[in-house]
């Protein structure tokens, strides 16, 4: 083999390479080209993972929020329900206070109903005493004008 067709040989090894390492660049940039679309849908993914998180933050507030006026609303719910149970309280007193009342007045309106068959009987004994007072005045003024009579009588005769 000369030297001639050595180095023909060589040239076609060397285009042969060239061409291998032609198609393996063509393969990386293909490759490099899918990173960087996949770089771009990582990308992608990423803000829409930091806009969902930015949502969650807002939720999570939303619910810190609401979470606070449910605590609000519980501690005026409590509050009430003190009042309300002191309420009660004063009305279960005002009510055994009642009771007391009303026991007392009934025993009273018994003594006065037991009193009064007395007082009626003393009423009518008082207004026998008043007629008979009448009756014996009645009584005196006729005496005193037949007395009166009788002595003008006397002195006639």
Known sequence: MTNEEKILE???EMRADISGLKAGQESLKAGQENLEAGQKSLEAGQESLKAG???????????????ESLKAGQEKLEAGQKSLEARQ???EADVRHTRVLLEKQEHNISLIAEQYGDVAKKL???????DL???VQTLETV??????KLRELDKAE
């Open 143 to 148: 005496v005193r004008n037949h007395s009166a």
């Open 53 to 67: 998180q930015e949502s969650l933050k807002a939720g999570q507030e939303s619910l810190k929020a609401g979470q």
């Open 124 to 130: 009518e004994r008082i207004r026998e005493i008043d």
């Open 133 to 135: 007072r009448d009756r």
């Open 10 to 12: 060589m040239l076609a």
């Open 89 to 91: 309280e004063s009305l």
